[in-house]
């Protein structure tokens, strides 16, 4: 069965360490999103991808980039982790568009804290 | 502005009780999806259903039920004899239009404690 994998499931790192966070589809999605999620704040979007070699900011991307090397993997990189960047990180793809209804695949989640 | 909001942010029912999660959207887009998401407490987001703006259709599937109405722009979601495998996060989202394409916008997330 297709899937998206996370990893790792939990990453504790210090502060000012680069981080990146692993995400691999098997969908064959164009699709790519990351978003975090923090208590009180739901789901924010953290940067997406609309294909290889595409990449977008999405409304809390400072401090975060990522590049599409392949249609597989959206690695996500934190250049310089910081206290509040701790929280769990999930990955989503879609077949096609959210503006046309496709619905976004999640991955498990990676569960980060920096100290 | 908020895009989604779910001003309910944490409700307890006892089994058997019927209860409804708001959502109330905000879009200048004409054509767009709304969507509902759970998070139970293992972690995963699992996707439920989806609705676009010219279906204002209500729909049923099981004990769960969502009303859509555009003239006040909410797309609420009800659970009809609510069980404990109910308590969860649950997430309304918006697709939004940007100058790259579509992203989803989702709302803070109601948590629902269902106890016996």
């Known amino acids: 069965d297709a899937e998206i994998t996370q990893s790792p499931r939990h990453k504790i790192t210090e502060t000012g360490r680069q981080v990146t966070l692993a995400c691999h589809q098997t969908?064959?999605?164009?699709?790519m999103f990351w978003y975090r999620q923090d208590l009180g704040h739901g789901l924010r979007l953290i940067h997406y991808?609309?294909?290889?070699?595409?990449?977008n900011k999405g409304e809390v991307s400072d401090g975060y980039s990522v590049s599409r090397s392949n249609t597989e993997d959206l690695p996500l990189t934190l250049e310089s982790a910081a206290s509040s960047q701790t929280s769990v990180y999930f990955c989503?793809?879609?077949?096609?568009?959210?503006?046309?209804?496709?619905?976004?695949?999640f991955g498990n989640g990676t569960r980060l804290t920096v100290t | 502005a908020q895009k989604v909001t779910q001003a309910q942010t944490e409700i307890s029912v006892v089994e058997k009780e019927d209860v409804t999660l708001d959502c109330v959207y905000e879009?200048?887009?004409?054509?767009?999806?709304l969507f509902w998401y759970k998070q139970p407490p293992s972690g995963e987001l699992v996707f439920l259903i989806r609705r676009n703006s010219f279906d204002e259709q209500n729909e049923i599937s099981g004990r769960y039920s969502w009303n859509f109405q555009k003239s006040t722009s909410s797309f609420n979601f009800t659970i009809t004899a609510s069980q404990v495998v109910d308590s969860a996060v649950y997430f309304c989202?918006?697709?939004?239009?940007?100058?790259?394409?579509?992203?989803?916008?989702f709302g803070k997330g109601t948590t629902l404690s269902v106890s016996s």
């Open positions: 879009t200048r887009d004409t054509t767009y999806y």
């Open positions: 989503a793809s879609s077949e096609a568009s959210v503006g046309m209804g496709s619905p976004l695949h």
């Open positions: 989202a918006l697709s939004e239009d940007n100058q790259a394409g579509t992203a989803l916008i």
């Open positions: 991808s609309y294909g290889v070699h595409d990449t």
């Open positions: 969908w064959n999605h164009n699709n």
